[in-house]
């Protein structure tokens, strides 16, 4: 029995709200606040008749930290579940302390605009104290620790698939099949078609941002920093086949780091085709992934949003996407005193999730996970005063959630492992 706030109305919220509408028993009312209120009517419309929960709308900006915390502090939810865009993180935390509920996400903080003299200035030591230049870290939300903690709430961070599951995936092996975990490999597999030339599969200015950065892995106790698809391997991945897959930065890396305890190494790779590469490369090199604004004719534009709204809505990707992802973690280490290696991983169809929820399997990983995370601080099964990571509560609950919630997962012992 109850109320969450939820903010954005994009891919992964309109799943996550369609998951937490399908699981009323928990969520028996529930708020969709975001920048564009018709979106929000919208989807209030079609999922009314079909739930329990009762539904309500709020046109909110979130970076509006006083007219947010009034408009929590009206709805008095337990829980604000942050599913808009890693720009908001920082203000929906603050107006969630100030109105006293906890937060939950999917994603670390990042500036929107990167030249940001504060911001600058605070990514120009981390680069520097710590080796990788990604522009997203969990420095800035980290920072929430001893706020969150006096003030007796729950921040739950990255509960998305990767970051989310790949952590919970961790703890779970952790907890069931080893004594001391050496290497995690996470492993993004999307073997799925929408047949477009190039779009991304979820916002594209996220995305791009992402896979356009330098690589980093973690190894002995460092960042390990690479060029930009430097490290390619191919991987046999179960109901998809055979794929080119490509090192990146990622940021359950940087709390696996910390909070899996003897680990030497973790890396992260995702699959990507020649096209996709290809036209990425293209994109870069005439400047349409810049972050800085240029002036274009008297007018101010940011040439990666400039793009963002030329390509496919990955909202609309659903009905044409055809195929499976494969999404899990190779762990190797030590059992009794003896070397094991399991891999965790789901297989998703993205037109099995279209039929159910009307989006592709990237919205659907992300979002279910996000209401699981949202369930089990509302329920109070992962509920602790301060900032954490996914990996950090019993990861059992949320595995049930997972079989139970649409994204089934299956254990392999003794994988092919990735050299
Ligand atoms: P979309 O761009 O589809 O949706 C973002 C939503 O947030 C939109 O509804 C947008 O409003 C709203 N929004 C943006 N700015 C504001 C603002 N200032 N105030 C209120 N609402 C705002 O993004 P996705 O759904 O693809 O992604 C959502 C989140 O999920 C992102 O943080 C992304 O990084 C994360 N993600 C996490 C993954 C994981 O596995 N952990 C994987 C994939 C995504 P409007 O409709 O007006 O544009």
């Not at 028993?25 to 606040?33: G, K, P, R, S």
């Not at 008095?76 to 865009?85: E, H, M, R, Y």
């Not at 919970?168 to 929408?194: R, S």
């Not at 499976?324 to 297989?347: A, H, M, P, Q, W």
Request: charged letters at 20%.
């Amino acid at each position: 029995m109850s109320k969450l706030l939820v903010i954005g109305c994009g891919g992964v919220a309109q799943v996550a709200i369609t998951k937490c509408c399908q699981n009323s028993a928990v969520f028996t009312e529930l708020c969709i606040a975001s920048r564009t209120l018709s979106k929000c009517d919208a989807l209030k419309s079609a999922l009314e008749g079909t739930t329990q929960t009762k539904i309500t709308t709020a046109q909110i900006d979130a970076m509006d930290v006083p007219a947010l915390t009034a408009l929590i502090k009206d709805y008095n939810p337990v829980a604000v579940l942050n599913v808009a865009l890693p720009y908001q993180d920082l203000a929906i935390m603050d107006a969630c302390l100030a109105a006293g509920v906890h937060y939950i996400d999917t994603a670390n903080y990042e500036a929107e605009d990167t030249q940001d003299p504060t911001f600058k200035a605070a990514y120009d030591k981390r680069c520097a104290e710590l080796g990788f230049t990604a522009l997203f870290d969990y420095s800035w939300q980290w920072a929430y620790q001893e706020k969150f903690k006096e003030a007796g709430l729950t921040a739950l961070l990255g509960s998305g698939f990767d970051p989310g599951v790949t952590s919970v995936f961790a703890a779970y092996a952790q907890k069931h099949y080893f004594d001391e975990i050496h290497t995690i490999d996470i492993l993004d597999c999307n073997g799925g078609d929408h047949g477009y030339p190039f779009a991304t599969n979820f916002n594209p200015e996220i995305n791009l941002r992402e896979v356009s950065a330098p690589g980093s892995y973690w190894e002995n106790g460092k960042w390990v920093e690479t060029h930009p698809m430097a490290i390619h391997r191919t991987y046999d991945f179960d109901q998809v086949g055979t794929k080119d897959m490509y090192l990146l930065h990622h940021e359950e890396i940087e709390s696996l780091a910390k909070n899996i305890p003897n680990v030497k190494r973790i890396r992260f790779f995702m699959t990507f085709g020649q096209s996709y590469l290809t036209h990425m490369q293209c994109l870069e090199n005439v400047g349409l992934l810049g972050t800085e604004a240029i002036d274009f004719e008297g007018q101010s534009i940011v040439p990666i949003q400039f793009l963002k709204a030329l390509l496919p809505d990955p909202a609309s990707l659903g009905p044409r996407t055809v195929g499976k992802t494969n999404i899990g973690c190779i762990f190797t280490g030590l059992k009794d005193g003896k070397e094991r290696s399991i891999y965790i991983y789901n297989v998703c169809d993205h037109q099995e999730c279209y039929r159910e929820v009307g989006s592709q399997a990237i919205s659907y990983t992300t979002g279910v996970p996000a209401m699981i995370g949202a369930m089990l601080v509302s329920d109070g099964r992962w509920q602790d005063a301060g900032v954490f990571t996914t990996e950090q509560f019993d990861p059992d609950p949320f595995m049930e959630g997972l079989n139970a919630w649409g994204l089934p997962w299956t254990v392999v012992e003794n994988p092919t492992l990735v050299d």
